[in-house]
């Protein structure tokens, strides 16, 4: 299927997942002519459960060299359902264009991949502990923590550490890797300090 849509003066930058095509959430409300970038984005909070997961979901997308940003992304049909809610002059015909689309996608089926397989409940909890090791010994434990995980999450790119793949271990391995390197290296120059202050202390007894 060609990925390069447009509907009439919005030209769409496609975001393919899985083979199938997503649109951005900033995108969409251009193409509904809502003056609001996060018209679409407010749309999907307020009707939330009538999304399904495989409608929409978010990604980091670099918008400008190295700089990224979170992006709510939709398939066509969660782009067809927030249409669906739009109150724009243009709703109706969207909603027709993006149902064309789907006609062809189900003319000319493309293979779907299998489903990739996730870290077991095991490989979870062992990178868990791997992460409060780490995180173990510093005043701000918790931040630390928190700043680990959300460093993985960057790193692979998956919003939640539930859904790590196995392929992505090598990633996080080496993430890991490079976080402990300056964990390590504080712990060291901490220790090191503290040596120098009993000392000190000593010196002075």
């Known amino acids: 299927m060609n990925t390069k849509l447009s509907f009439r003066d919005v030209h769409f930058n496609v975001v393919n997942r899985n083979c199938l095509v997503y649109l951005t959430s900033v995108e969409i409300a251009k193409a509904l002519k809502y003056k609001n970038s996060d018209a679409v984005t407010q749309i999907y909070e307020r009707n939330s459960d009538e ?5 929409t979901e ?9 700089y990224e940003k979170t992006v709510r992304i939709f398939s066509l049909r969660g782009a ?16 027709k264009w993006v149902l064309d689309i ?3 996608e189900v003319g000319n089926p493309q293979p779907r991949p299998e489903a990739p397989e996730l870290l077991n409940d095991n490989d979870t909890r062992n990178l868990a502990h791997l ?3 780490m995180a173990n010994g510093f005043r701000f434990e918790k931040a630390w923590a928190q700043g680990i995980w959300y460093a993985l999450r960057h790193a692979t790119g998956v919003a939640s550490p539930q859904h790590f793949e196995v392929n ?5 391995t080496e993430e890991c890797r490079r976080i402990y390197g300056i964990t390590n290296t504080l712990t060291s120059a901490i220790f090191d300090v503290e040596k120098q202050v009993i000392r000190r202390l000593l010196r002075h007894k």
Do not use: C, Y
């Open 80 to 95: 067809h359902r927030v249409a669906m809610f739009a109150r724009t002059p243009v709703a109706k015909e969207f909603r």
């Open 58 to 66: 978010t990604l980091n997308l670099k918008v400008s060299g190295n």
């Open 131 to 133: 992460v409060w090791s």
């Open 168 to 172: 992505q271990i090598s990633i996080i």
């Open 102 to 104: 789907l006609d062809k």
């Open 51 to 55: 999304f399904s997961s495989d409608m």
